[in-house]
Protein backbone atom coordinates (compact mmCIF):
# COMPACT_ATOMS: atom_id res chain seq x y z
CA UNK A 1 0.00 0.00 0.00
CA UNK A 2 1.27 3.28 -0.85
CA UNK A 3 1.58 5.57 2.13
CA UNK A 4 -0.74 8.02 3.48
CA UNK A 5 -0.59 11.78 2.67
CA UNK A 6 -2.61 15.24 3.24
CA UNK A 7 -5.19 15.24 0.24
CA UNK A 8 -4.91 18.60 -1.29
CA UNK A 9 -8.70 18.43 -2.02
CA UNK A 10 -9.19 20.69 1.12
CA UNK A 11 -7.32 23.74 -0.45
CA UNK A 12 -9.11 26.27 -2.37
CA UNK A 13 -9.49 25.81 -5.80
CA UNK A 14 -9.98 23.24 -8.46
CA UNK A 15 -8.83 19.65 -9.38
CA UNK A 16 -5.15 19.38 -11.02
CA UNK A 17 -4.42 23.20 -10.67
CA UNK A 18 -3.39 25.58 -8.30
CA UNK A 19 -5.58 27.00 -5.73
CA UNK A 20 -7.58 29.96 -6.75
CA UNK A 21 -8.69 33.08 -4.47
CA UNK A 22 -11.31 35.64 -4.67
CA UNK A 23 -10.83 38.98 -5.29
CA UNK A 24 -12.80 39.24 -2.24
CA UNK A 25 -9.92 38.64 -0.35
CA UNK A 26 -7.76 41.65 -1.26
CA UNK A 27 -10.39 43.62 0.53
CA UNK A 28 -9.64 41.56 3.65
CA UNK A 29 -6.24 42.22 3.20
CA UNK A 30 -6.77 46.03 2.83
CA UNK A 31 -9.30 46.61 5.59
CA UNK A 32 -6.81 45.13 7.83
CA UNK A 33 -3.64 47.12 6.93
CA UNK A 34 -6.12 50.30 6.99
CA UNK A 35 -7.66 49.35 10.33
CA UNK A 36 -3.85 48.49 11.25
CA UNK A 37 -2.28 52.21 10.67
CA UNK A 38 -5.26 54.01 11.68
CA UNK A 39 -6.33 52.76 15.17
CA UNK A 40 -3.70 49.84 16.39
CA UNK A 41 0.12 50.70 16.79
CA UNK A 42 3.08 48.55 15.77
CA UNK A 43 3.67 47.43 19.04
CA UNK A 44 0.39 47.55 20.94
CA UNK A 45 0.83 47.04 24.73
CA UNK A 46 -2.28 45.41 25.51
CA UNK A 47 -4.08 43.68 21.91
CA UNK A 48 -7.85 44.53 22.39
CA UNK A 49 -10.63 44.29 20.06
CA UNK A 50 -8.70 46.39 16.68
CA UNK A 51 -6.10 43.55 17.28
CA UNK A 52 -8.66 40.83 17.17
CA UNK A 53 -10.17 42.48 14.13
CA UNK A 54 -7.18 42.32 12.48
CA UNK A 55 -6.47 38.98 12.97
CA UNK A 56 -9.60 38.13 11.80
CA UNK A 57 -9.50 40.04 8.87
CA UNK A 58 -6.09 38.39 7.87
CA UNK A 59 -6.84 34.50 8.40
CA UNK A 60 -10.05 35.43 5.89
CA UNK A 61 -7.30 36.60 3.72
CA UNK A 62 -5.10 33.61 4.10
CA UNK A 63 -8.33 31.20 4.52
CA UNK A 64 -8.66 28.56 7.25
CA UNK A 65 -7.34 25.60 4.76
CA UNK A 66 -4.77 27.18 3.95
CA UNK A 67 -3.59 28.17 7.27
CA UNK A 68 -4.35 24.35 8.56
CA UNK A 69 -1.63 23.37 5.83
CA UNK A 70 0.88 25.79 7.10
CA UNK A 71 0.24 25.35 10.30
CA UNK A 72 0.08 21.55 10.71
CA UNK A 73 3.22 20.56 8.49
CA UNK A 74 1.48 19.72 5.10
CA UNK A 75 4.62 20.00 3.63
CA UNK A 76 3.81 17.96 0.28
CA UNK A 77 0.31 19.54 -0.05
CA UNK A 78 1.90 23.13 0.64
CA UNK A 79 5.02 22.27 -2.10
CA UNK A 80 2.44 20.79 -4.69
CA UNK A 81 0.22 23.08 -5.12
CA UNK A 82 2.23 26.77 -5.13
CA UNK A 83 6.16 25.42 -5.52
CA UNK A 84 7.87 26.59 -2.66
CA UNK A 85 11.11 25.45 -1.38
CA UNK A 86 10.19 22.56 1.14
CA UNK A 87 12.95 23.11 3.62
CA UNK A 88 11.38 27.43 4.22
CA UNK A 89 8.02 25.08 5.16
CA UNK A 90 9.78 23.12 7.31
CA UNK A 91 11.71 25.39 9.20
CA UNK A 92 9.05 27.60 10.16
CA UNK A 93 6.88 24.58 11.49
CA UNK A 94 10.06 23.08 13.64
CA UNK A 95 10.32 26.77 15.07
CA UNK A 96 6.83 27.13 15.49
CA UNK A 97 6.40 23.84 17.21
CA UNK A 98 9.81 23.34 18.80
CA UNK A 99 10.23 26.14 20.16
CA UNK A 100 6.79 26.79 21.43
CA UNK A 101 7.38 23.02 23.37
CA UNK A 102 10.98 24.62 24.55
CA UNK A 103 9.82 27.52 25.96
CA UNK A 104 6.12 26.23 27.52
CA UNK A 105 7.37 22.95 28.55
CA UNK A 106 11.01 22.56 29.18
CA UNK A 107 11.79 26.25 30.40
CA UNK A 108 8.20 26.83 31.79
CA UNK A 109 7.78 30.10 30.52
CA UNK A 110 4.15 32.19 31.00
CA UNK A 111 1.49 32.09 28.14
CA UNK A 112 1.39 36.07 27.32
CA UNK A 113 5.32 35.94 27.12
CA UNK A 114 4.77 32.71 24.44
CA UNK A 115 2.13 35.08 22.81
CA UNK A 116 4.45 38.00 22.56
CA UNK A 117 6.94 35.94 21.13
CA UNK A 118 4.86 33.66 18.60
CA UNK A 119 3.18 36.61 17.16
CA UNK A 120 6.28 38.55 15.35
CA UNK A 121 7.54 35.07 14.41
CA UNK A 122 4.83 34.49 12.16
CA UNK A 123 4.58 37.97 11.20
CA UNK A 124 8.74 38.03 10.00
CA UNK A 125 7.52 34.56 8.36
CA UNK A 126 4.34 35.95 6.21
CA UNK A 127 5.44 34.96 2.85
CA UNK A 128 4.67 31.58 3.78
CA UNK A 129 1.04 32.70 4.73
CA UNK A 130 0.80 35.37 2.07
CA UNK A 131 2.87 34.02 -1.24
CA UNK A 132 -0.01 31.61 -1.83
CA UNK A 133 -2.84 33.84 -1.77
CA UNK A 134 -1.15 36.84 -3.73
CA UNK A 135 0.21 34.55 -6.91
CA UNK A 136 -2.96 33.17 -7.63
CA UNK A 137 -2.75 35.79 -10.00
CA UNK A 138 -6.05 37.12 -10.07
CA UNK A 139 -5.11 40.47 -9.22
CA UNK A 140 -1.39 42.22 -9.81
CA UNK A 141 -0.40 42.26 -6.14
CA UNK A 142 2.96 43.43 -7.28
CA UNK A 143 1.36 46.93 -8.45
CA UNK A 144 -0.84 46.92 -5.15
CA UNK A 145 1.26 46.42 -2.76
CA UNK A 146 3.79 49.10 -3.52
CA UNK A 147 0.54 51.31 -3.08
CA UNK A 148 -1.01 49.82 0.18
CA UNK A 149 2.05 49.82 1.98
CA UNK A 150 2.96 53.50 1.06
CA UNK A 151 -0.89 54.50 2.36
CA UNK A 152 -0.37 52.54 5.46
CA UNK A 153 3.26 55.06 6.26
CA UNK A 154 1.32 57.77 5.35
CA UNK A 155 -1.27 57.13 7.62
CA UNK A 156 1.24 56.36 10.66
CA UNK A 157 3.05 59.60 10.26
CA UNK A 158 0.02 61.67 10.23
CA UNK A 159 -1.57 60.00 13.61
CA UNK A 160 2.21 60.96 14.93
CA UNK A 161 2.00 64.14 14.13
CA UNK A 162 -1.71 64.62 15.83
CA UNK A 163 -0.51 62.81 18.75
CA UNK A 164 2.77 64.79 19.44
CA UNK A 165 0.44 67.99 18.19
CA UNK A 166 2.54 69.82 15.79
CA UNK A 167 2.60 70.50 11.88
CA UNK A 168 5.39 68.86 9.64
CA UNK A 169 6.78 72.51 9.16
CA UNK A 170 7.49 72.40 13.24
CA UNK A 171 10.33 70.32 13.11
CA UNK A 172 14.02 70.63 14.33
CA UNK A 173 13.02 72.56 17.76
CA UNK A 174 13.30 69.11 19.76
CA UNK A 175 13.08 65.54 19.18
CA UNK A 176 8.88 64.14 19.67
CA UNK A 177 7.82 61.55 21.89
CA UNK A 178 4.12 59.79 20.81
CA UNK A 179 3.72 58.45 24.05
CA UNK A 180 4.62 54.99 23.53
CA UNK A 181 3.05 54.32 20.28
CA UNK A 182 5.89 54.07 18.20
CA UNK A 183 4.25 54.97 15.22
CA UNK A 184 7.33 55.90 12.78
CA UNK A 185 9.01 52.95 14.36
CA UNK A 186 6.46 50.85 11.56
CA UNK A 187 8.51 49.68 8.45
CA UNK A 188 5.99 51.27 6.61
CA UNK A 189 6.89 54.28 7.59
CA UNK A 190 9.77 54.32 6.16
CA UNK A 191 9.38 52.51 3.23
CA UNK A 192 6.87 55.16 2.36
CA UNK A 193 9.33 58.36 3.06
CA UNK A 194 11.95 56.36 0.30
CA UNK A 195 9.19 55.08 -2.39
CA UNK A 196 6.69 58.26 -2.66
CA UNK A 197 9.27 60.74 -3.63
CA UNK A 198 11.66 58.21 -5.73
CA UNK A 199 8.10 56.86 -7.49
CA UNK A 200 6.97 60.75 -7.69
CA UNK A 201 9.94 61.04 -9.91
CA UNK A 202 10.01 57.65 -11.85
CA UNK A 203 6.87 57.72 -12.90
CA UNK A 204 6.31 61.53 -13.86
CA UNK A 205 5.21 61.76 -17.37
CA UNK A 206 5.76 65.67 -17.73
CA UNK A 207 2.83 66.10 -20.82
CA UNK A 208 0.13 65.42 -18.57
CA UNK A 209 -1.58 66.93 -15.84
CA UNK A 210 -2.62 64.29 -13.88
CA UNK A 211 1.15 62.97 -13.86
CA UNK A 212 1.95 66.32 -12.08
CA UNK A 213 -0.90 65.84 -9.76
CA UNK A 214 0.31 62.27 -8.82
CA UNK A 215 3.68 62.75 -8.44
CA UNK A 216 2.99 66.15 -6.12
CA UNK A 217 0.48 63.83 -3.77
CA UNK A 218 3.71 61.18 -3.49
CA UNK A 219 6.17 64.04 -2.74
CA UNK A 220 3.74 65.25 0.05
CA UNK A 221 3.19 61.77 1.35
CA UNK A 222 6.49 60.85 1.50
CA UNK A 223 7.73 64.16 3.13
CA UNK A 224 5.14 63.38 5.81
CA UNK A 225 6.87 59.84 6.25
CA UNK A 226 9.98 61.84 5.69
CA UNK A 227 9.42 64.07 8.60
CA UNK A 228 8.01 62.20 10.83
CA UNK A 229 11.21 60.01 11.52
CA UNK A 230 13.15 63.16 11.72
CA UNK A 231 10.62 63.98 14.37
CA UNK A 232 11.20 61.22 16.14
CA UNK A 233 15.27 60.99 15.98
CA UNK A 234 15.03 57.76 13.76
CA UNK A 235 19.38 57.91 13.01
CA UNK A 236 19.39 54.73 11.03
CA UNK A 237 16.11 55.36 8.67
CA UNK A 238 16.87 58.98 8.11
CA UNK A 239 20.53 58.10 7.41
CA UNK A 240 19.50 54.87 4.98
CA UNK A 241 16.77 57.36 3.00
CA UNK A 242 19.63 59.61 2.35
CA UNK A 243 21.94 57.23 1.22
CA UNK A 244 19.31 55.91 -0.97
CA UNK A 245 18.28 59.22 -2.52
CA UNK A 246 22.00 59.09 -3.65
CA UNK A 247 21.80 56.33 -5.17
CA UNK A 248 19.15 56.74 -6.91
CA UNK A 249 20.43 60.76 -8.33
CA UNK A 250 23.57 58.95 -9.07
CA UNK A 251 22.14 55.94 -11.16
CA UNK A 252 19.58 58.18 -13.31
CA UNK A 253 22.21 59.45 -15.24
CA UNK A 254 20.40 57.16 -17.91
CA UNK A 255 18.17 59.41 -18.07
CA UNK A 256 18.71 63.06 -17.70
CA UNK A 257 15.52 64.28 -17.34
CA UNK A 258 14.90 62.52 -14.04
CA UNK A 259 18.11 63.34 -12.66
CA UNK A 260 17.76 66.96 -13.57
CA UNK A 261 14.53 66.45 -11.91
CA UNK A 262 16.08 64.83 -8.62
CA UNK A 263 18.38 67.40 -8.57
CA UNK A 264 15.70 70.26 -8.38
CA UNK A 265 13.53 68.35 -5.76
CA UNK A 266 16.03 67.88 -3.15
CA UNK A 267 17.67 71.78 -3.73
CA UNK A 268 13.76 73.07 -3.74
CA UNK A 269 13.39 71.13 -0.68
CA UNK A 270 16.95 71.82 0.73
CA UNK A 271 15.30 75.66 0.15
CA UNK A 272 12.02 75.86 1.80
CA UNK A 273 12.65 73.39 4.15
CA UNK A 274 16.21 74.63 5.17
CA UNK A 275 15.86 75.81 9.06
CA UNK A 276 14.15 72.58 9.73
CA UNK A 277 16.51 69.98 7.99
CA UNK A 278 19.85 71.53 9.73
CA UNK A 279 18.29 72.08 12.94
CA UNK A 280 16.50 67.92 12.77
CA UNK A 281 20.10 66.81 11.56
CA UNK A 282 21.96 68.80 14.27
CA UNK A 283 19.73 66.99 16.91
CA UNK A 284 20.04 64.09 15.29
CA UNK A 285 24.14 64.57 15.61
CA UNK A 286 23.41 65.27 19.08
CA UNK A 287 21.71 61.70 19.82
CA UNK A 288 24.37 60.16 18.18
CA UNK A 289 27.14 61.94 20.22
CA UNK A 290 25.37 60.88 23.34
CA UNK A 291 23.96 57.60 22.55
CA UNK A 292 26.25 55.90 20.35
CA UNK A 293 25.24 52.61 20.19
CA UNK A 294 22.32 52.89 22.52
CA UNK A 295 23.77 50.10 24.29
CA UNK A 296 23.27 47.47 21.34
CA UNK A 297 26.68 45.99 22.07
CA UNK A 298 25.94 45.26 25.48
CA UNK A 299 22.45 43.63 24.37
CA UNK A 300 24.65 41.32 22.25
CA UNK A 301 27.15 40.57 24.84
CA UNK A 302 23.85 39.78 27.35
CA UNK A 303 22.26 37.52 24.71
CA UNK A 304 25.62 35.63 24.01
CA UNK A 305 25.96 35.24 27.86
CA UNK A 306 22.03 33.59 28.01
CA UNK A 307 22.81 31.19 25.77
CA UNK A 308 26.23 30.16 26.71
CA UNK A 309 24.43 28.91 30.12
CA UNK A 310 24.56 25.29 28.36
CA UNK A 311 24.66 22.95 24.96
CA UNK A 312 20.77 22.86 25.06
CA UNK A 313 20.27 26.70 25.06
CA UNK A 314 23.44 26.94 22.35
CA UNK A 315 21.91 25.08 20.16
CA UNK A 316 17.94 25.64 21.50
CA UNK A 317 18.03 28.88 22.53
CA UNK A 318 15.66 29.65 25.92
CA UNK A 319 12.59 29.51 23.62
CA UNK A 320 9.34 31.31 22.94
CA UNK A 321 8.28 33.59 26.22
CA UNK A 322 11.79 33.52 26.87
CA UNK A 323 13.24 36.37 29.46
CA UNK A 324 16.52 37.74 29.82
CA UNK A 325 18.30 40.55 31.63
CA UNK A 326 18.89 43.31 28.98
CA UNK A 327 21.66 45.84 30.11
CA UNK A 328 19.81 48.39 28.20
CA UNK A 329 16.53 48.47 30.21
CA UNK A 330 18.18 46.75 33.26
CA UNK A 331 15.40 44.29 33.68
CA UNK A 332 14.28 41.07 32.08
CA UNK A 333 12.35 41.94 29.08
CA UNK A 334 11.50 39.11 25.81
CA UNK A 335 12.65 40.71 22.91
CA UNK A 336 16.16 42.48 21.38
CA UNK A 337 16.57 45.18 19.43
CA UNK A 338 16.95 42.94 16.42
CA UNK A 339 16.07 39.90 14.52
CA UNK A 340 19.43 38.58 14.51
CA UNK A 341 20.23 38.55 18.43
CA UNK A 342 15.56 37.92 18.24
CA UNK A 343 16.58 34.62 16.64
CA UNK A 344 20.19 33.72 18.40
CA UNK A 345 18.01 34.06 21.71
CA UNK A 346 14.98 32.43 21.36
CA UNK A 347 16.26 29.40 18.92
CA UNK A 348 20.03 29.53 19.50
CA UNK A 349 22.14 28.65 16.55
CA UNK A 350 19.43 26.89 15.06
CA UNK A 351 16.83 29.85 14.78
CA UNK A 352 19.74 31.84 13.63
CA UNK A 353 20.85 29.34 11.19
CA UNK A 354 17.45 29.42 10.14
CA UNK A 355 17.03 33.38 9.85
CA UNK A 356 20.42 33.20 7.68
CA UNK A 357 18.80 30.55 5.21
CA UNK A 358 15.54 32.40 4.83
CA UNK A 359 17.47 36.24 4.19
CA UNK A 360 19.15 34.22 1.73
CA UNK A 361 16.05 33.30 -0.04
CA UNK A 362 14.58 37.17 0.23
CA UNK A 363 17.83 38.43 -0.67
CA UNK A 364 18.12 36.18 -4.08
CA UNK A 365 14.45 37.59 -4.99
CA UNK A 366 15.61 41.37 -3.59
CA UNK A 367 18.67 41.30 -6.13
CA UNK A 368 16.89 39.35 -9.05
CA UNK A 369 16.09 41.52 -11.84
CA UNK A 370 17.28 44.39 -10.33
CA UNK A 371 16.94 47.03 -13.06
CA UNK A 372 16.24 50.99 -13.33
CA UNK A 373 12.43 50.34 -13.28
CA UNK A 374 12.57 48.59 -10.04
CA UNK A 375 14.94 50.61 -8.73
CA UNK A 376 12.15 53.07 -6.37
CA UNK A 377 10.91 49.54 -5.11
CA UNK A 378 13.95 48.02 -4.08
CA UNK A 379 16.19 51.29 -2.53
CA UNK A 380 12.25 51.51 -0.24
CA UNK A 381 12.32 47.63 0.83
CA UNK A 382 15.66 47.41 1.76
CA UNK A 383 16.08 50.18 4.02
CA UNK A 384 12.94 48.75 6.33
CA UNK A 385 14.16 44.83 6.33
CA UNK A 386 18.32 46.05 7.34
CA UNK A 387 16.43 48.28 10.24
CA UNK A 388 14.75 45.77 11.66
CA UNK A 389 17.69 43.26 11.30
CA UNK A 390 20.27 45.30 13.06
CA UNK A 391 18.62 48.42 14.84
CA UNK A 392 15.38 48.42 15.71
CA UNK A 393 12.88 45.47 16.99
CA UNK A 394 10.43 46.29 13.83
CA UNK A 395 11.21 43.13 12.95
CA UNK A 396 8.17 42.16 15.51
CA UNK A 397 5.28 44.43 12.76
CA UNK A 398 3.08 43.38 10.92
CA UNK A 399 4.24 45.01 8.10
CA UNK A 400 7.86 43.95 8.32
CA UNK A 401 6.77 40.71 7.00
CA UNK A 402 4.47 42.48 4.21
CA UNK A 403 7.45 44.17 3.04
CA UNK A 404 9.23 40.92 2.86
CA UNK A 405 6.36 39.38 1.36
CA UNK A 406 6.67 42.79 -1.42
CA UNK A 407 10.34 41.78 -2.70
CA UNK A 408 8.87 37.73 -3.12
CA UNK A 409 5.90 38.95 -4.68
CA UNK A 410 7.77 41.64 -7.30
CA UNK A 411 10.37 38.87 -8.10
CA UNK A 412 7.95 36.32 -9.21
CA UNK A 413 5.42 38.84 -11.36
CA UNK A 414 9.41 39.72 -13.35
CA UNK A 415 9.28 35.49 -13.93
CA UNK A 416 5.73 35.42 -14.96
CA UNK A 417 6.30 38.72 -17.15
CA UNK A 418 9.60 37.27 -18.76
CA UNK A 419 7.75 34.03 -19.47
CA UNK A 420 5.32 35.50 -21.30
CA UNK A 421 7.65 37.15 -23.45
CA UNK A 422 9.60 34.11 -24.17
CA UNK A 423 6.47 32.40 -25.26
CA UNK A 424 5.44 35.57 -27.21
CA UNK A 425 8.64 35.25 -29.02
CA UNK A 426 8.37 31.60 -29.91
CA UNK A 427 5.02 31.41 -30.94
CA UNK A 428 6.10 34.37 -33.64
CA UNK A 429 9.50 32.71 -34.58
CA UNK A 430 12.04 35.12 -33.00
CA UNK A 431 14.84 33.44 -31.48
CA UNK A 432 15.60 34.91 -27.99
Known amino acids: MKPARLSTSVLPGTAGGPPRFSAIHAYFFVAALLLYSGWSAPFPAQPGIIEGVIALLLMGFVTLPLGIVVISGGFQAYREQWRAPVWLHIGFFVLLWGQLFNGAVVQGWMLTDLIRDLIPFIYLCMPVLLLPVMNSRRLSWASLLPGILSVSGVLLATRFFMEVGIWPWELGSQHYFDN ?224 LTLICVHWNEEIRLRKGELHERESSGISP
Request: charged residues 10%; glycine residues 10%; contains cysteine.
Open 180 to 403: FLYLPYDPSVAFAAIYLPLKAVHSLQPSRPFSWLCSLLMLGGGGMALGSLMAAAQRAPVGLAALCFFIYFCVSYKSRGRMLLMAFILAGAGFMAQEQIISSLELLTAKQELVGANGKTEELAAVFMEISRSWQSLMAGIGWGGLFDNPIYASEISFTHSAMTFFLLKGGLTGLVFLLLYLLWIGKRWFGHLSWASLPLKLASAVPILIGLFFQPSYKTLTYGIV
